[in-house]
């Protein structure tokens, strides 16, 4: 298998390992598109909990738009708790401020009993809509999320991924 | 070079073991490969690679908010240099194997195969100013053995005689004696000036001046 690459010449070698190198190049650039032009930093997210039942399910694909500030109340959203790098789906249920003031929101989860004041830092009563907001859910694709998630729990999967991907990168010549 | 066996029915494999054979054999004549198309593409794809590179180190210590205007310029650059390298592999590179000099001699050389069709093209394009065929083809079986072992006689012995500026440089393969000897042999004197019983009394011209198949004799009747 590797006696392909003995026989390669040094440009041949360079030139695989640049095809392996621009999938992933391209695939993250592909990525940080999207935020730019949803301008949000996480443009696609994945439902992690049962909060949002029965709208949305564990595993599913959330596809955010952040480029309409005024958001209203019934839109869902995914926030960051401050200073915590979990992203929350929820839905907004009051809001406060707007036009020349910035803009703040409650929220809370459909499935939840309470709103989300607890799940919010340390003396944080709201979210602003422009720090802590990634962005509002503008369309979903179901279940399709799982394979991240199963990713992210067994995170040798993703290195196991990624030489599986290199391998057959660098060594097909077709 | 390793002799290492491919399957013979792997159209790919023998594409790819040729192609290989073919740039060693070039270089082992004394053509010095000019990089330049390669280095192009290296260089291109390469940069892009640094760009995307960059962005994700700024976006990995920066977070998004600090970088977005970067990730911007980024994200054009790179689509810019992508579109570059596409269109440089499809449209520039397009198939080629080898470009090299020798001895003022320009040539380069690409190769192409169809889908499930057993037969090695290449274009050729020299600054020789020949008469030589500019695409020429052969079945890869000329050169590989039933076992799917390459061999490296046959197939230079097809490159030296297709190609002009080859068989210069490789006058034992180009076999140019033999094809002269084809193409006109030369007859002993005696033989010429008298026609030999060739049967239904017809008289047959030959001798040192006719060409072509002049080997043959009219059958006997």
């Given at each position: 298998m590797f006696g392909s690459l003995a026989n390669m010449q040094p440009r041949q070698l360079a030139a695989q390992v640049l095809q392996f190198a621009l999938v992933l190049s391209t695939a993250f650039m592909l990525w940080k598109g999207l935020s730019v032009v949803t301008d949000s930093g996480s443009p696609i997210v994945v439902v992690?909990?049962?909060?949002?039942?029965p709208a949305f399910q564990r595993g599913d694909l959330l596809f955010l738009w952040?480029?309409?500030?005024?958001t209203q109340v019934g839109e869902v959203v995914v926030y960051n708790v401050r200073d915590k790098d979990i992203p929350i789906v929820h839905r907004v249920i009051r809001r406060f401020g707007g036009g020349s003031k910035p803009l703040q929101l409650l929220t809370k989860g459909?499935?939840?009993?309470?709103?989300d004041t607890e799940l919010?830092?340390?003396?944080?009563?709201f979210l602003d809509r422009k720090k802590d907001v990634v962005g509002s859910v503008a369309g979903y694709v179901p279940y399709v999320g799982y394979v991240t998630i199963l990713l992210s729990e067994y995170p040798w999967l993703k290195t196991a991924m990624l030489v599986f991907m290199a391998l057959t990168v660098v060594l097909q010549r077709e | 070079m390793a002799e290492s066996k491919i399957s013979p029915y792997n159209l790919a494999d023998l594409k790819n073991t040729t192609d290989d054979a073919l740039g060693n054999y070039m270089r082992s004549l004394g053509f010095q490969q000019d990089n330049k198309t390669t280095d192009i593409k290296l260089a291109v794809g390469y940069v892009g690679c640094i760009i995307a590179a960059a962005t994700f180190a700024a976006d990995y210590k920066l977070g998004w908010e600090a970088t977005k205007t970067w990730t911007a310029v980024a994200v054009f650059a790179y689509m810019v240099l992508n579109g570059f390298y596409s269109y440089w592999v499809y449209?520039?590179?397009?198939?080629?194997v080898f470009e090299g000099t020798k001895s003022g001699k320009h040539v380069s050389i690409a190769s192409k195969t169809n889908k499930h069709e057993p037969t090695y093209y290449l274009t050729i394009t020299t600054n020789?100013?020949?008469?030589?065929?500019?695409k020429i083809q052969a079945p890869f079986p000329t050169w590989f053995t039933a076992d799917g072992f390459f061999v490296a006689k046959p197939f230079q012995q097809w490159l030296a005689s297709s190609v002009g500026v080859i068989g210069d440089a490789d006058a034992k393969n180009a076999m140019r004696d033999q094809r002269d000897e084809l193409a006109s042999p030369k007859m002993p004197?005696?033989?010429?000036?008298v026609p030999e019983d060739?049967?239904?009394?017809t008289v047959e011209s030959t001798g040192v001046e006719s060409k072509g198949k002049s080997g043959k004799r009219s059958k006997r009747k």
């Amino acid at each position: 298998m590797f006696g392909s690459l003995a026989n390669m010449q040094p440009r041949q070698l360079a030139a695989q390992v640049l095809q392996f190198a621009l999938v992933l190049s391209t695939a993250f650039m592909l990525w940080k598109g999207l935020s730019v032009v949803t301008d949000s930093g996480s443009p696609i997210v994945v439902v992690l909990s049962g909060s949002m039942e029965p709208a949305f399910q564990r595993g599913d694909l959330l596809f955010l738009w952040n480029r309409r500030q005024e958001t209203q109340v019934g839109e869902v959203v995914v926030y960051n708790v401050r200073d915590k790098d979990i992203p929350i789906v929820h839905r907004v249920i009051r809001r406060f401020g707007g036009g020349s003031k910035p803009l703040q929101l409650l929220t809370k989860g459909d499935n939840n009993a309470a709103d989300d004041t607890e799940l919010y830092a340390r003396g944080q009563s709201f979210l602003d809509r422009k720090k802590d907001v990634v962005g509002s859910v503008a369309g979903y694709v179901p279940y399709v999320g799982y394979v991240t998630i199963l990713l992210s729990e067994y995170p040798w999967l993703k290195t196991a991924m990624l030489v599986f991907m290199a391998l057959t990168v660098v060594l097909q010549r077709e | 070079m390793a002799e290492s066996k491919i399957s013979p029915y792997n159209l790919a494999d023998l594409k790819n073991t040729t192609d290989d054979a073919l740039g060693n054999y070039m270089r082992s004549l004394g053509f010095q490969q000019d990089n330049k198309t390669t280095d192009i593409k290296l260089a291109v794809g390469y940069v892009g690679c640094i760009i995307a590179a960059a962005t994700f180190a700024a976006d990995y210590k920066l977070g998004w908010e600090a970088t977005k205007t970067w990730t911007a310029v980024a994200v054009f650059a790179y689509m810019v240099l992508n579109g570059f390298y596409s269109y440089w592999v499809y449209f520039v590179e397009k198939g080629l194997v080898f470009e090299g000099t020798k001895s003022g001699k320009h040539v380069s050389i690409a190769s192409k195969t169809n889908k499930h069709e057993p037969t090695y093209y290449l274009t050729i394009t020299t600054n020789a100013p020949s008469t030589d065929p500019r695409k020429i083809q052969a079945p890869f079986p000329t050169w590989f053995t039933a076992d799917g072992f390459f061999v490296a006689k046959p197939f230079q012995q097809w490159l030296a005689s297709s190609v002009g500026v080859i068989g210069d440089a490789d006058a034992k393969n180009a076999m140019r004696d033999q094809r002269d000897e084809l193409a006109s042999p030369k007859m002993p004197a005696a033989e010429a000036s008298v026609p030999e019983d060739i049967g239904n009394g017809t008289v047959e011209s030959t001798g040192v001046e006719s060409k072509g198949k002049s080997g043959k004799r009219s059958k006997r009747k």
